[in-house]
């Protein structure tokens, strides 16, 4: 298990989302990107995507909360040993959790290296 403090695992976050390719991202609207110590229902979660993926919604899709993605900082934490380790992991989580907004299946999201 590694602990890095809220600011350093901020910044883990940020490093993922500026690896985001430029293409997808002026697609990216109306989400919020949210950090939390765990998901209550599944505790060793360390991601998840809640809303409609991009390739699902409608023409009419208006009118709704933003779709959020959570990152799980105490369960990343206690998944890896290293601050490169989390690092790493936090890349893939937030890319993963990216890929599901924009409607890519998992299959999919392991040949990119984001699973």
């Given at each position: 298990?590694?602990?890095?403090?809220?600011?350093?695992?901020?910044?883990?976050?940020?490093?993922?989302?500026?690896?985001?390719?430029?293409?997808?991202?002026?697609?990216?609207?109306?989400?919020?990107?949210?950090?939390?110590?765990?998901?209550?229902?599944?505790?060793?979660?360390?991601?998840?995507?809640e809303g409609v993926s991009l390739t699902t919604r409608t023409f009419d899709h208006s009118g709704f909360l933003p779709d959020a993605i959570s990152i799980y900082k105490g369960a990343l934490e206690e998944f890896c040993?290293?601050?490169?380790?989390?690092?790493?992991?936090?890349?893939?989580?937030?890319?993963?959790?990216?890929?599901?907004?924009?409607?890519?299946?998992?299959?999919?999201?392991?040949?990119?290296?984001?699973?």
């Amino acid at each position: 298990m590694v602990h890095v403090s809220e600011e350093r695992f901020d910044e883990m976050v940020d490093d993922a989302l500026d690896e985001i390719p430029d293409e997808f991202l002026p697609h990216m609207r109306n989400i919020v990107i949210l950090v939390r110590d765990r998901n209550e229902e599944e505790p060793s979660l360390l991601g998840l995507y809640e809303g409609v993926s991009l390739t699902t919604r409608t023409f009419d899709h208006s009118g709704f909360l933003p779709d959020a993605i959570s990152i799980y900082k105490g369960a990343l934490e206690e998944f890896c040993q290293t601050e490169e380790q989390l690092a790493a992991e936090v890349r893939v989580t937030v890319l993963h959790e990216v890929g599901h907004y924009f409607g890519m299946s998992e299959e999919h999201l392991h040949r990119l290296g984001w699973g």
